[in-house]
């Protein structure tokens, strides 16, 4: 089985900066890409990032280009989200994803999940 465990949310003030983290383990990921959504409380989940695997090629939502950046440690199965100047909007749970192929945006196209790591920002 594979599991993914998110880390990193927490509060936050607008302007703010968070580092969140999702370590993969049970198997091999030299061939998954790998993903980050979030979902805002009464919202559907939505794509954040992607990252592929072998040569970090990168995707991102129009909402947070500039601002976040996702990266990955294969070396450790890690893959990371940095969030800077965060907004009020980001606040949301955002959810560590992971599929065997190129990265895409869709959250059908996903096999895998996190449990999820919240992520507050006040105004």
């Known amino acids: 089985q594979v599991q993914l465990v998110e880390s990193g949310g927490g509060l936050v003030q607008a302007g703010g900066s968070l580092r969140l983290s999702c370590a993969a383990s049970?198997?091999?990921?030299?061939?998954?890409?790998m993903g980050w959504f979030r979902q805002a409380p009464g919202k559907e989940r939505d794509f954040v990032a992607t990252i592929s695997w072998s040569v970090g090629t990168t995707y991102y939502a129009d909402s947070v280009k500039g601002r976040f950046t996702i990266s990955r440690d294969n070396a450790k199965n890690t893959v990371f989200l940095q969030m800077n100047s965060l907004k009020p909007e980001d606040t949301a749970v955002y959810y560590c994803?992971?599929?065997?192929?190129?990265?895409?945006?869709?959250?059908?196209?996903?096999?895998?999940w996190g449990q999820g790591t919240q992520v507050t920002v006040s105004s």
């Open positions: 994803a992971a599929r065997r192929g190129v990265p895409l945006s869709r959250e059908q196209a996903y096999d895998y």
């Open positions: 049970g198997r091999t990921f030299s061939s998954y890409a």
